[in-house]
């Protein structure tokens, strides 16, 4: 597809369980970010990757949460151990020249 | 450091009214502007932009103007639909550098 996805779309989860985020940026944006967003609240930057550069890590919040990204492709968002204040939406985007496209983002739940 | 500062919501409006969201920034150098929004259930899209001063961003009715000299690009449309309900995000990019800098958003609910 032309656009950013993000899977899964919702996922509800148990304290204490880790879960993996998905992402898929658009063919040939060189940079991706992960933001989140609590209900009701803008977005909270988190991490960001350019290229081969070491990515911009600062914005997580705990080391339990890490992320990768292979080359210009998928990038995962890991988050160890989850906690009830980590559920929000996580956004992820993919940018060209100055502008981001963003995903439809992944629900998480953390019961 | 860089900041986006926009008007607390949510704003109610009836259809067909006028709408303004404001929206001041802090930069160095020429950043680009942007609003993005946000329907719901849905991720963000970008709505406008506008990349040096003077610029006007439009798009589906509504209209930004890049004013250096107030530091402002605030969010303007004539006459504001049902289907315009949604949560609206200014945000900043500066000049090669590479992390956006979004405001708080606000949320506009238009009513039949």
């Known amino acids: 597809g032309a656009g950013v996805s993000q899977s899964p779309s919702n996922k509800v989860t148990e304290k204490g369980k880790d879960v993996e985020l998905r992402c898929d940026p658009i063919s040939g944006h060189t940079a991706l970010y992960w933001y989140r967003q609590r209900l009701g609240q803008g977005l909270e930057f988190l991490i960001y990757f350019q290229g081969n550069s070491a990515p911009d890590k600062s914005g997580l919040p705990s080391d339990r949460f890490s992320a990768e990204r292979t080359g210009e492709s998928v990038s995962t968002l890991t988050i160890q151990r989850t906690q009830q204040e980590d559920s929000a939406v996580y956004l992820c985007?993919?940018?060209?020249?100055?502008?981001?496209?963003f995903g439809p983002g992944t629900r998480l739940t953390v019961l | 450091g860089n900041s986006v500062t926009q008007m607390e919501g949510p704003v109610t409006l009836s259809e067909e009214a006028f709408l303004t969201i404001n929206c001041t920034y802090t930069a160095t150098g020429y950043p680009s502007l942007f609003w993005y929004v946000q329907y719901p259930g849905e991720g963000l899209q970008l709505l406008l932009k506008?990349?040096?001063?003077?610029d006007k961003g439009s798009n589906k009715g509504f209209e930004a103007t890049y004013r250096k000299e107030t530091t402002s690009f605030h969010l303007e449309k004539g006459s504001v639909q049902v289907s315009d309900s949604a949560v609206y995000f200014c945000a900043l990019s500066n000049t090669g550098g590479f992390k956006t800098i979004f405001g708080a958003g606000t949320r506009l609910f238009v009513k039949a």
């Open positions: 985007a993919s940018r060209n020249t100055d502008t981001q496209y």
């Open positions: 506008a990349t040096k001063a003077d």
